[in-house]
């Protein structure tokens, strides 16, 4: 006994055809949502980059009196 499914050939749809319909779901951001997106990541890797310097520079300063 196997478990496969047995379709009908015309009830099969190609691969593409389902990328396509996939593709006509997604919900893409409009250019004022775009940029919004764009400015926060960049502000949140700017301030991240900042406190990983200042972290780095705290570190250094600490092992150097250390040393």
Sequence with gaps: ???KKETSPALK???F????A???KI???????LMKE?????ITAI????LIVVV???????LQYIW
């Design 56 to 62: 780095d520079w705290l570190l250094n300063l600490g």
């Design 22 to 24: 996939e593709f006509g």
């Design 13 to 15: 749809r190609s691969w």
């Design 1 to 3: 006994m196997s478990d």
């Design 47 to 50: 301030a991240l980059g900042c």
């Design 38 to 42: 764009t400015v926060v990541v960049l």
């Design 17 to 20: 055809q389902e990328l396509k």
């Design 27 to 33: 919900t893409w951001p409009t250019k004022v949502e």
